[in-house]
């Protein structure tokens, strides 16, 4: 929902709003789409937006800002410097990301005095938009490990080595849930679970404090399967497919489990890996994402008290 600005006036044609300016401004109308789907990149965005102007040439793009909208949500703005004919002029273009959608902001202007105004009033437009998704799960900003497949599902994102299956790893970023346990309680709640579902999983007691560059702290778990256990040898050897000694070469499975806490949300990264994996490689990869989660905006006032009237399920419960 985006409100529109005074002395303007709002109409919709083909599924997009036009804010039109007064006719003394003599500008070009403001493009708003809300709840573009799939969810998009600013990247994405501006070059779709060429893609249908192709009267235009671009020159160059200013370097993106993101900011955090009234309601908490991330954003980001650009300008692209274009030419149309023997005109100069920019496209300024907001993006409001939703967890999976984007609404959309785009301004063309040519007449220079109106070249930074235009700026201005696409970034207020931007920061007063509401989502109304209020206080909830949702994807934070990290750095992905360089040259790792990424898949996303739903809110959670897995990255895999690049010689994956040869390489048996697992990289998995969740999003992070609104705080009603410590990490210690999630640990304890995640082993549970996995036992729930047949999975054995132990902690091996240690537990390091992590921090990330951007001031979360938290703590880091290492979790490990049950060993396989040996068949007893019967009095008279029988002809198994199975020996003690393919059971003792059987990889154990290592699970490095980090929480970083705030005031507001936990953030969980699992990684998943064997004891044949190249844990010191790995071990430095995984430290780099860490140090790269960036904490999510403070919710709002309303959108918090609303969250924590209602029911709502465990943390642990959307992991699994």
Do not use: N
Request: net charge neutral; aromatic share 8%.
């Amino acid at each position: 929902m985006i409100v529109c600005p005074p002395g303007y006036y709002q109409s919709q044609r083909d599924g997009q709003w036009l804010l039109e300016p007064p006719d003394a401004l003599r500008l070009l109308p403001i493009r708003y789409r809300e709840k573009r789907k799939p969810l998009q990149t600013l990247r994405q965005l501006v070059g779709e937006i060429l893609a249908e102007r192709p009267t235009l040439t671009p020159l160059r793009a200013s370097l993106p800002e993101t900011f955090v909208t009234a309601e908490g949500e991330l954003a980001a703005q650009t300008a692209l410097f274009v030419r149309h004919g023997e005109q100069l002029g920019y496209i300024h273009v907001a993006a409001v990301f939703g967890d999976d959608s984007v609404d959309v902001l785009d301004a063309p202007v040519f007449s220079p005095t109106a070249f930074e105004s235009t700026g201005l009033l696409i970034r207020q437009l931007a920061y007063t938009l509401r989502l109304g998704l209020g206080y909830r799960k949702r994807r934070y900003l990290y750095t992905p490990p360089l040259g790792w497949t990424r898949i996303a599902a739903g809110l959670s994102t897995r990255f895999y080595p690049p010689d994956f299956p040869s390489h048996r790893a697992m990289l998995v970023m969740h999003p992070a849930v609104p705080r009603s346990v410590s990490p210690e309680e999630l640990c304890t709640s995640l082993i549970e679970r996995y036992r729930q579902k047949g999975l054995s999983f132990e902690s091996d007691g240690g537990v390091t404090p992590i921090t990330s560059d951007h001031g979360l702290h938290g703590l880091a778990f290492c979790l490990s399967s049950q060993k396989p256990k040996a068949p007893a040898v019967p009095a008279e050897p029988v002809p198994s497919p199975i020996s003690p000694v393919s059971i003792e070469a059987a990889p154990q499975l290592l699970q490095d489990l980090l929480v970083f806490a705030d005031a507001h949300y936990l953030y969980t990264v699992v990684f998943e890996s064997t004891t044949q994996a190249r844990r010191g490689e790995l071990a430095k990869t995984l430290s780099e994402v860490a140090r790269s989660v960036r904490p999510l905006p403070a919710p709002s006032a309303v959108a918090k008290t609303a969250q924590e009237s209602a029911h709502s399920a465990p943390a642990s419960a959307i992991y699994l």
